[in-house]
């Protein structure tokens, strides 16, 4: 496909270029970039084909996709750590292990068997493997469905080098078009959902492949497609945004100056983000929740990769201005006025004839309180 090469041999030419050239170019690629969400879904194989090579190329030689700046340490463990072990877990990935170690003592199958769809680099589950392994759970298996192949080897290789290859099993396979053979004891889904665009397919098969009593664990992004602002976070982004110095506006991701916040689309190419806002609903039409922890809005941008690294963890300042970010952030999620864009999720297939399942959450956001439906005007978003 004409783009990946592009993206693979001109765009990191490009990314030389004077500021003032770069912006036009930028503009112009993404212009052209196809409408995904819509043509993959009326069954455009050449479009899906063509976003799924431009996918493959960009995580090609991501060994680390979960990377992130030491602000958004600083935030968590101030702040989401302590909220997390409350519930028995510090972080997502130990949220991971104690769900399949609850499924492995609910199935009577030996070994259990559990998959994670869109497993990349295998990295997580790895590391969750030999987290099981240490609470004494040996007769596992966790399968690993990516499409990209480098990952796959990747993961295979980190299997053989932590000593776990006998539990863990990278398998060829797009999530989008899965359809289970079996059941399984657990399905996880490590900030995966995001970038599916057969949201209804893949749920549905989801729920098929843990239809013997099994869980759905998932960890992943709930906002606006392509990880934009709704119009109500988006106004107080901006606010924050204008107190911030110069310095600290320039983009570290799309190399440029953002005098002014702009909402970037992530799914203008590519599947990230694609269909964030519709993961939320559908779940709650498909399954019944026995967990559910939702977290943080307006914190996300001055934390990720874009802008997080030029904040200083050692300045006083610094921590100050997240540390105000955070109290606003949790005020309106609390008080309705934003919708959570992250979430924990512990979820069964829905079954005709048993009443509503008791759901564990944080505090009153439960699922539906987290649904966002009208927008609230600009001045009750303050």
């Known amino acids: 496909m004409i783009r990946p090469f592009l993206r693979r041999h001109v765009v990191p030419w490009a990314r030389r270029l004077p500021s003032f050239l770069q912006e036009p170019l930028r503009e112009i690629w993404y212009a052209c970039a196809p409408k995904i969400a819509a043509t993959a879904r009326h069954g455009d194989e050449a479009v899906y084909a063509a976003q799924r090579d431009n996918e493959t190329a960009r995580f090609d030689a991501q060994t680390d996709v979960h990377a992130l700046p030491p602000i958004a340490h600083y935030w968590s463990d101030k702040y989401l750590r302590p909220e997390l072990e409350a519930f028995g877990f510090s972080n997502p990935e130990q949220f991971f292990v104690v769900a399949l170690e609850r499924a492995w003592r609910e199935t009577n199958e030996r070994p259990a068997r559990f998959i994670s769809l869109g497993a990349g680099n295998c990295d997580a589950e790895v590391r969750i493997a030999q987290a099981l392994r240490a609470r004494g759970i040996i007769d596992f298996v966790i399968e690993c469905l990516e499409p990209n192949r480098a990952m796959r080897l990747r993961g295979a290789a980190l299997a053989?080098?932590?000593?776990?290859?006998?539990?863990?099993?990278?398998?060829?396979?797009?999530?989008?078009?899965?359809?289970?053979?079996?059941?399984?004891?657990?399905?996880?889904?490590?900030?995966?959902?995001?970038?599916?665009?057969?949201?209804?397919?893949?749920?549905?098969?989801?729920?098929?492949?843990?239809?013997?009593?099994?869980?759905?664990?998932?960890?992943?992004?709930?906002?606006?497609?392509?990880?934009?602002?709704?119009?109500?976070?988006?106004?107080?982004?901006?606010?924050?945004?204008?107190?911030?110095?110069?310095?600290?506006?320039?983009?570290?991701?799309?190399?440029?100056?953002?005098k002014n916040f702009r909402d970037w689309d992530c799914a203008r190419e590519g599947f990230e983000g694609v269909r964030a806002q519709d993961i939320l609903p559908l779940l709650i039409e498909r399954f019944d929740f026995d967990f559910f922890f939702a977290h943080s809005n307006l914190i996300d941008p001055f934390i990720d990769r874009s802008f997080g690294p030029h904040f200083d963890v050692a300045c006083e300042r610094d921590r100050a201005f997240i540390d105000r970010v955070q109290a606003r952030d949790e005020a309106e999620i609390f008080a309705g006025r934003l919708t959570p864009t992250h979430m924990l999720a512990v979820m069964r297939a829905q079954r005709s004839g048993e009443g509503a399942r008791s759901c564990l959450t944080r505090r009153h956001l439960t699922p539906a309180f987290c649904v966002r439906r009208i927008a609230p005007s600009p001045s009750r978003a303050r």
């Open 160 to 258: 053989r080098e932590a000593g776990v290859e006998a539990h863990i099993d990278a398998i060829d396979g797009d999530f989008n078009f899965w359809r289970p053979q079996r059941t399984y004891a657990a399905v996880i889904a490590n900030q995966s959902l995001h970038h599916a665009i057969e949201l209804e397919g893949l749920f549905d098969a989801v729920a098929q492949a843990i239809s013997d009593g099994g869980l759905f664990a998932t960890s992943d992004m709930i906002g606006r497609n392509g990880h934009q602002r709704w119009p109500e976070s988006l106004a107080i982004v901006r606010e924050f945004w204008a107190e911030l110095p110069a310095a600290y506006r320039y983009n570290l991701q799309l190399r440029r100056h953002e």
